[in-house]
């Protein structure tokens, strides 16, 4: 039994406001991708990164991947939706990942991913028989918004926020069973809700709050000081 990694990196990353896909944008001297995929190729558990990128994508080549290593593997099958793309992905590396391995699917945008939390998900998930994700605790009182009232947003209710969970990535399940969830729950935003969907209950790994998911310009530059404070 294998480890794998696969990073869907097909989005186009509007919530930035740039021309570039967020994946591209310069973080820290380096593609935004680059970081998350150099913290999964430097696991030594982990056989091989698979990158998804769209069919059409024409930035890869324009970059200098240099320092990645041997285990990065790119593949051009992304489709329109995260879960689209995972889907392809799953399928495209049938010939080398087998049902039984385990696959750690990780969004390309949480650049500041540290080898610590990966190794943990692989020693808890990867002693469930469902497999697990990297999550963190809800810090904030949660509210949920009602109709809106003179076009200004109101609370309609306080949602209690014990037991809750902010679902981060990797999240790592099987070959085999993560594919067949993703074909029996297509419109998920996550790989955990497609297993969830077949009944089954992935293991909750505590993270921390610097696996963040790039989403706003301002969190570039958080994420370059976490990355900046590691590099001390
Ligand atoms: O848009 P969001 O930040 O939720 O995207 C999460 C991850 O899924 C990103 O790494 C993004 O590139 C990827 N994605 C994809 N194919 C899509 C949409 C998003 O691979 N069609």
């Known amino acids: 039994m294998s480890y794998f990694a696969l990073v869907p990196a097909a989005g186009s990353g509007s919530r930035m ?4 896909p967020k994946q591209y944008l310069p973080l820290a001297g380096r593609p935004l991708i680059f970081h998350a995929l150099a913290t999964l190729a430097a696991v030594a558990a982990i056989e091989k990164v698979f990158v998804v990128l769209a069919p059409d994508d024409a930035e890869w080549q324009r970059h200098d991947w240099s320092g990645l290593g041997e285990k990065v ?17 799953l399928r495209a590396v049938m010939g080398d990942v087998a049902a039984e391995d385990w696959v750690l699917v990780h969004d ?19 002693a469930d028989p469902v497999g697990g994700i990297l999550a963190v605790p809800v810090a904030d009182t949660l509210k949920q918004a009602g109709e809106a009232v003179d076009g200004m947003n109101r609370i309609a209710a306080t949602v209690p926020r014990e037991g809750l969970w902010q679902a981060q990535t ?10 067949d969830a993703l074909e029996f729950a297509p419109v998920v935003t996550d790989e955990a809700s497609a297993i969830e969907a077949l ?4 293991r909750l790994v ?8 790039v989403t706003y310009p301002l969190d570039l530059h958080l994420a370059e000081l976490i990355l900046a404070s590691r590099s001390q």
Request: with cysteine; charged share 20%.
């Open 17 to 20: 406001g740039r021309g570039l």
């Open 73 to 89: 593997a790119v593949l051009r099958c992304g489709g329109d939706t995260r879960a689209a793309s995972v889907t392809q992905g």
């Open 108 to 126: 390309a945008a949480r650049a500041c991913l540290a080898v610590a939390h990966v190794e943990a998900l692989i020693r808890e998930a990867g």
């Open 170 to 179: 990797p999240q790592m399940f099987r070959h085999g069973m993560l594919l």
């Open 199 to 202: 009944g089954l209950k992935p």
């Open 206 to 213: 505590p993270a921390d709050a610097t696996n963040f998911k």
